[in-house]
């Protein structure tokens, strides 16, 4: 089994209810996002997945989100963005890029960490089929 991570970041906007009044406020973060992708078999070039290609796709959901306000996304229609939501977001995001790549049919995405500040993050794990 290998597992691969790559670090991104992107700013937005959101608004929560329902964890805390100061939440309710519009603000911001700067969100630092891990990725994880695992898999079991290396491919000719004996790597499990090509970082440029897991850093491609992850530049384009950075992209969907960076300076955003999160809450009037579709992706949040009737979803609260919080960090938790947000990390599974991408998380099925780089999901649907990887199945689209026809790499080798153990590797997906294993963990998505959001950051949303210096000692505050969520992480998602997918459940294995
Ligand atoms: N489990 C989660 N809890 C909270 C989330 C979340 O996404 N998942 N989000 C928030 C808000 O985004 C809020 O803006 C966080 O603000 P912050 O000032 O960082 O939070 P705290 O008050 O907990 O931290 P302090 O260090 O005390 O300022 C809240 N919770
Ligand atoms: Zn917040």
């Not at 700067?30 to 290396?42: C, I, K, P, T």
């Not at 530049?59 to 960090?83: C, T, V, W, Y």
Request: proline share 2%.
């Amino acid at each position: 089994m290998f597992e691969l991570k790559v670090k991104t970041d992107f700013a937005a906007a959101h608004q929560l209810t329902m964890v805390g009044e100061k939440c309710e406020n519009l603000h911001g973060h700067n969100w630092n996002v891990e990725v994880y992708v695992a898999g079991e078999h290396l491919n000719a070039a004996g790597v499990l997945v090509d970082f440029g290609d897991i850093k491609k796709h992850v530049r384009a959901i950075m992209k969907e989100l960076d300076h955003k306000f999160l809450n009037e996304l579709d992706a949040f229609k009737g979803i609260q963005p919080s960090s938790e939501q947000i990390a599974i977001y991408i998380a099925n995001r780089l999901q649907g890029y990887l199945k689209d790549d026809k790499l080798d049919e153990t590797v997906r995405v294993s963990r998505v960490s959001a950051w949303e500040s210096a000692d505050a993050c969520a992480t998602y794990i997918p459940p294995q089929d």
